[in-house]
């Protein structure tokens, strides 16, 4: 069983569509993350979910909007794409952010690859 | 504000050698450190967590140390393979933050 699913993996659209990629996690973790890796392969948080709490925004456009309707899954709305949205974007699950330890470890899906044209 | 760097941005080295990728960070206020692997087309595999309070971990051929005060990690690779080629990744849990800061990988090219 996939620890983290996300769908769609290829995703190719038309500059002001709406899009949403969906994203579940089946390990029990309380928290989960979009991150974007942008063309030079360089990683960076979006949002950062606990107990479907949003924790983290990192300046990411208001046309990003993420939604957490369980622990278990957190999507992605992307409004009014842009050409600028082009990248793989990756949901990631770890068992809390509160505590240290080898339960941080972070686990990541297999990426879904956006492009904008 | 956390900064992660990793050198070399890039490597090609004979198969059979051992070699030594690097991870510097910022702020040494950290729960944890991450090496990951990314091979092309796919997601992130995670191959070693070290906690703040560890110096290093093992897994196999691989080795990561932690020096949280002077900022720095690496990821010794042993006996490298072919099948070892991809993009490594550090990723750094900076105290207080529910985030993983990424560094900007290195890609590991091992010729048969």
């Known amino acids: 069983d996939t620890a983290v699913s996300q769908t769609p993996k290829y995703l190719v659209t038309q500059m002001g569509n709406d899009k949403s990629i969906k994203c579940e996690q089946n390990?029990?973790?309380?928290?989960m993350y979009w991150y974007k890796q942008d063309s030079k392969k360089f990683l960076k948080i979006m949002f950062s979910y606990n107990n479907k709490e949003l924790i983290i925004n990192e300046t990411v456009p208001n046309r990003f909007s993420p939604k957490s309707p369980d622990k278990a899954h957190l999507n992605l709305h992307i409004n009014s794409l842009e050409l600028g949205d082009s990248a793989v974007y990756f949901c990631a699950s770890s068992h809390t952010l509160s505590q240290t330890g080898l339960r941080n470890t972070i686990y990541f899906g297999e990426g879904s690859w956006l492009t904008v044209v | 504000k956390q900064e992660v760097t990793q050198i070399p941005a890039a490597l090609s080295v004979p198969e059979g050698e051992n070699l030594v990728l690097n991870c510097s960070f910022t702020d040494s206020a950290i729960y944890n450190l991450q090496w990951f692997r990314q091979d092309p087309g796919k997601g992130l595999t995670s191959l070693l967590l070290?906690?703040?309070?560890?110096r290093e971990q093992t897994s196999g051929r691989l080795n990561a140390s932690l020096d949280k005060s002077s900022g720095r990690s690496t990821l010794y690779i042993a006996a490298s393979q072919p099948g070892d080629s991809a993009t490594y990744l550090c990723?750094?849990?900076?105290?207080?933050?529910?985030?993983?800061?990424f560094g900007t990988g290195t890609r590991l090219k091992v010729l048969a």
């Open positions: 390990l029990g973790h309380d928290t």
């Open positions: 070290i906690q703040s309070s560890q």
């Open positions: 990723a750094v849990h900076t105290s207080g933050t529910y985030k993983y800061i």
